[in-house]
């Protein structure tokens, strides 16, 4: 059978009248471990070697009176922790007031009720417990952010190395004039997604500062039809499987060679945001439709606005969380990141995202970005 008194909270009475401990003994021993003082040094003295849940404390005592012990328990940080009730016949309300300022929680005067001693108390230990228990699961969280940042820096920093080799290596083959076409825009083609990588590696950790509040942003003109061209190519593959038909247009006219649309932003950042949300379009889209892409600009507001639209339908289960983390529905690996982290790194550009959605007009959703003025 296990010593139940091993695990009992351990409370030091301190009083210089042993008749006084006795009746404190008698109403607590039956729930706590208690051990005793009768004067201020030997109070000292146990707290600083035993691990105390509470400290029940006589103020009037000789040679060291209550306040100078609490004071100096206070003033220790081995000991400044222990929860400590004065319990004494002295009633006036500046006494109470000091003991409360010098750290007691709690103030009990003489003749003491049992039946409170033991509400007080009861109430101290555990919130005591709960304080503790609060500052340990604190403490382990502080250790698994460190441990995840940690982790997350050695991933970033080893994966840079064989994606910079794949650059570089890359770089010699196009160095060499011997390529045929086909061969250089297969060399091409791994540097271009060497560097994609790469960009995306360093977007994890503007990820985290992004939702902190703390991203240092440094917007440079973009140009939107060659961004979203560029993800329209890297995703072809998924289009094809699909049939899809991808129309592009800029004021409701088709995009031509020479047009052109300009946002303010980051052109990782935006990528990164584009190809999340045209990857869930495919992926939403039913076979055979048309997946529109329209680019209008607000010389008024000095906005430029990308509508994504295709025929599919968000889940009624999301719809009213659809930009929240973690938010997902009918994807067997689906992370529930892909929409909140496009509203994260549109919100970050000083920019917004909406999203509309019916069985009747399929799903779109809107981006706009600041305009290059």
Known sequence: MENEDIKRPLILVVDDVPGNIKTLAATLNQDYEIVFATNGPNALKIASSRELNLILLDIVMPEMDGFEVCQKLKADPATQDIPIIFVTAKNEETDETHGFELGAIDYITKPISPPIVQARVATHIELSRSRHLLEE????????????????????????????????????????????????????????????????????????????????LEPKPMEMIKLLNGILADISGQIKFKRLNTIITLNNEPVTAEKSCMALGEELLTYSLF?????????????????????????????????????????????????????????????????????????????????????????????????VE
């Open 275 to 371: 190809a999340n949300l045209l990857k869930n379009a495919v992926e939403a889209s039913p076979r055979k439709q048309d997946l529109n892409i329209h680019l209008s600009s607000d010389q008024n507001d000095n906005i430029v606005n990308i509508a994504i639209h295709n025929m599919g339908t968000v889940p009624e289960a999301i719809r009213d969380n659809f930009f929240e983390k973690y938010a997902t529905s009918g994807k067997a690996a689906g992370t529930g990141l892909g929409t909140y982290s496009a509203k994260l790194i549109a919100e970050t550009q000083n920019g917004g995202i909406t999203m509309q959605t019916s069985d009747e007009e399929g799903t779109t959703i809107t981006v706009n970005l600041p305009q």
């Open 137 to 216: 699961q604190n403490k382990q969280l502080i250790e698994a952010a460190k441990l995840k940042e940690e982790v997350e820096h050695i991933i970033r920093h080893d994966l840079k190395s064989p994606i910079n080799g794949m650059i570089s290596f890359a770089e010699v083959l196009l160095a060499d004039e011997t390529l045929t076409d086909d061969q250089k825009e297969s060399a091409h083609l791994i540097k271009d997604l060497g560097y994609k990588t790469l960009n995306m590696v360093n977007l994890s950790l503007g990820m985290v500062r992004m939702e902190q509040g703390t991203y240092q």
